[in-house]
């Protein structure tokens, strides 16, 4: 037997949410970016800057061990983290004020914690403020490119109302996500960076998979109201939006659980992601195309009726 997760034949009526979805999203939005502003983010070491030190333990290495000991250094944000053998760890540390000085110390401490113990230095760098700039730029230069290759691709593949609409979509499931890291005060590092990305792209594939099902439909019922239209065409898709979100979930959750200190903030960021894109997916996309006013001018004159699946669309 099949697990289905939506009933067969659903009629829910979300073009008519759309009054509370839109300014509940409003609300989120505001509350992020009054966040971002007046509290900003707790940016992680490559963008502050800090130490990086890779070292090679005899036998594998004790993770949990090793970041108990550093932390009693009291030297602020430390992450530490297998680099590639269970044998290898990186350990990064955040800038110390005191300049150039202040991060030999920090070497020095480290070193102090493993004088006993057969390890090898074998990296130390210190990253300044100036490449953590660049890095900050790069990925924010990374988002917004990949916000206006969107753009222009669904302009290209189906109309403007759905590349708009997409965009938006998109661009509210990031902001809403910059604001959980705010609220939280969750590690922002470039692995986030990484988890926005993916959020963009997971949110807009099902975008796309409910915008390509309003198309078909627009096209093969010309003469129902678009509210209608939409309506039927979310209720068609909601199965498969569903499924794909439950599905993510539980292995991003697992992760979450048993995937260690060093990916919780990416993977808590992505399960807030999902949940978010798929509130958008269905309570967002489709009513920007009723704001747009996607064929309101034929919506009563073209077409046949229930009939017409190989008529083209007029959008």
Do not use: C, H
């Not at 297998?82 to 990064?92: A, S």
């Not at 200190?261 to 399960?271: C, G, H, K, N, R």
């Amino acid at each position: 037997m099949l697990l289905r997760l939506v009933p067969d034949n659903t009629n829910v009526q979300f073009m008519w949410l759309r009054k509370a979805s839109f300014p509940l999203s409003v609300l989120l939005i505001i509350a992020s970016l009054a966040g971002f502003f007046m509290v900003g983010l707790n940016y992680g070491i490559d963008f502050k800057g800090g130490t990086i030190i890779e070292i090679k333990t005899d036998g594998p290495a004790d993770v949990g061990t090793i970041r108990s000991e550093l932390s009693s250094l009291n030297l602020g944000d430390i992450q530490v983290q297998e680099f590639g053998e269970p044998d290898t760890i990186l350990i990064r540390v955040e800038e110390q004020p005191g300049g150039e000085l202040a991060q030999q110390t920090v070497v020095a401490n480290v070193r102090t914690i493993f004088e006993d113990q057969d390890v090898d230095f074998r990296r130390v760098e210190v990253v300044g403020p100036r490449v953590s700039g660049e890095l900050a730029r790069a990925g924010a230069t990374a988002v917004a490119a990949t916000l206006i290759a969107i753009l222009f691709y669904i302009w290209f593949r189906f109309e403007w109302q759905f590349a708009v609409g997409a965009i938006l979509t998109t661009a509210n499931d990031v902001v809403i996500t910059v604001g959980l890291f705010v609220l939280l005060q969750l590690d922002f590092s470039l692995s986030s960076i990484a988890a926005v990305l993916t959020i963009i792209g997971y949110s807009l594939n099902d975008t796309v998979v409910v915008y390509d099902r309003i198309r078909e439909n627009l096209r093969k019922y010309k003469k129902r109201p678009l509210t209608e239209v939409l309506d039927l065409s979310i209720n068609q898709t909601l199965a498969r939006t569903t499924m794909t979100s439950v599905t993510t979930l539980l292995a991003l959750i697992a992760l979450y659980v048993f995937g260690g200190e060093v990916i919780q903030s990416f993977t808590l960021a992505m399960i807030f992601g999902i949940v978010i894109g798929t509130f958008s997916s269905i309570f967002l996309a489709a009513p920007f195309l009723i704001l747009f006013n996607l064929r309101a001018e034929s919506m009563s004159k073209d077409g046949d009726g229930e009939k017409g699946g190989d008529a083209k669309a007029t959008v």
